[in-house]
């Protein structure tokens, strides 16, 4: 048994039925914890588990997970086309509304990434938010200060209330911006754009005047004539 699925063990063993499972994933230990639990677990991963530094708070938004549009096989052969003729809702009008997506279970997860400079560890400790409508969960920031800023980054681009925040103001958008611009169902160009008047003379906001639409340039990936530029195809294409 490895260092990480001994930790993972260790991990269940400890909290038992107030966690959901802990997993290996991309070098990590990732522990997911229902809502309910978030702030018990946490506090005992800093006090009991050594866990003193939170590095990173991310939103998740599961909406269009395992659909993609932007694959980049075909770019060579489809290109241009496959920028304005949109395959899936990656991009869509403001009259539209995307379709719902595959994915079962809750809509929005927080990811909170955990260090412990004593023991030399990282982990990656998941909570779902049980209402996909009002995606809610207790804020962190007694048990790491850190999760403060953070917090407010993944309210203000996923709009991820955290109960308990001092202070969840927006972050990184203006005063005047509407929605949440890291949901899969934002639109690409926003809802509103933002220019000055001069009759009125000051700032106004109005609906957006252009048209979703995104380019797609050509790529030519892993292409022999590249990578040995000494053959009579590469010579040719220099």
Request: glycine share 8%; net charge negative; aromatic share 12%.
């Amino acid at each position: 048994m490895s260092d990480l699925q001994s930790f993972a063990a260790q991990l269940e063993k400890h909290f038992g039925d107030r966690i959901s499972g802990a997993t290996l994933a991309v070098g990590e230990v990732t522990l997911t914890v229902p809502a309910q639990n978030l702030h018990e677990v946490a506090t005992a991963l800093r006090d009991e588990f050594a866990f003193e530094i939170l590095i990173d708070v991310a939103g998740v938004d599961y909406f269009t997970y395992g659909v993609t549009e932007w694959s980049t096989d075909g770019a060579t052969s489809e290109g241009f086309s496959r920028g304005v003729e949109k395959a899936t809702f990656g991009r869509f009008t403001f009259q539209d509304a995307p379709p719902l997506g595959k994915h079962e279970g809750p809509r929005f997860a927080a990811v909170y990434h955990l260090l412990s400079l004593a023991e030399n560890r990282r982990l990656r400790l998941k909570v779902f938010c049980p209402d996909d409508e009002m995606p809610m969960v207790d804020s962190v920031v007694d048990v790491w200060s850190s999760a403060n800023w953070y917090e407010r980054e993944a309210f203000d681009l996923y709009g991820i209330v955290f109960n308990g925040h001092p202070d969840l103001r927006r972050l990184l958008t203006d005063y005047g911006f509407v929605g949440h611009p890291f949901r899969k169902d934002f639109p690409l160009v926003g809802h509103v754009e933002m220019r000055y008047d001069p009759e009125q003379q000051r700032v106004v906001y109005q609906p957006v005047s252009i048209e979703p639409r995104v380019l797609v340039p050509k790529v030519i990936r892993h292409d022999h004539r590249y990578l040995h530029p000494e053959t009579e195809e590469g010579k040719s294409n220099a």
